[in-house]
Every structure is written in C-alpha cells, then in structure tokens.
C-alpha cells in the first residue's frame, strides 16, 4: 500500500470515528444537552425573569441564544457588573452568545468543530510520527 494511500485512509478512519461518535453515539447531543443545562443555571443564578437559553440543534452548535425581556445594561453588564451575556459566555463548553433581534452570528456546526480537531491530532502525529520514527538513510542517494 502506497504512503498516499495510507494517509487517506487514515483521514477516512479518522472523520468516520468523529461522525459516529458525534451522531450515532449521541455524544454530541449529550454535550450540547449538557452545556444547555449548565448556561440555563447559570442565567437561573442572575434572577433576571423571563430569559430563556438554548443552544442550536439543527445542526448541533455550541452557540447560545437567548431570548426575552433584557434591556442593554441586563444583556451586557457595566463595568464589574456582569450581564447575561458575560455569565452565560463563561459557561464550559459555550463558543458564543447571541440574541434573537441582534445580526446573525454564524454557528460553526459541533460537528465540524470536532472533525477539525481530530484532522489536526491525526495531521500531528503523523507529522511526529515522520520526524520520529522515519528511516535514517531517507533522502540520501549516493
């Protein structure tokens, strides 16, 4: 089997093991489920009324959208004063904050979050594993 032909089929290996955890396995919904239930603690916390969170489903996406009655000084904060925005933006696992009336924020896919990190870590162990491991005499030619 030929180095190119290998490499591919390690991406291929790598991208189907990221799809089926992701999907089949539910591992991304449980993720998004649970970042979901700690920013709607977290907004619970500040006791401001009537604000809901969700986390984008179609596709999964770990951007929260609120939604309700919060004026400016609710929504961002003031100085120390965290808003809404600050409390649920420090939650584990949530990539951004958007309102429902403010300009579109472009939900990057959880899915294409995960292929690219797993592309990266298989890219850098092949690029260790070369360094590492390759054969002495490589590109010596007497």
Sequence with gaps: MSPAL????????????????????GNGTALVDGVEARAKQAVSATEVPGINVTLERE???????????ADAFQREGQGEMKGLNDHVRDVEGVSGVRWPDEPDRVAIPLLAETLAWTLAAFLLGVALAWLLWRRKDEGRHP
Excluded: C, D, E, Y
């Design 59 to 69: 596709p999964l996406s770990r951007l929260a959208t609120l939604s309700g009655n």
């Design 6 to 25: 290998k490499f591919l089929v390690g991406i291929v290996a790598v991208a189907g093991m990221t799809w089926l955890n992701h999907g089949p396995l």
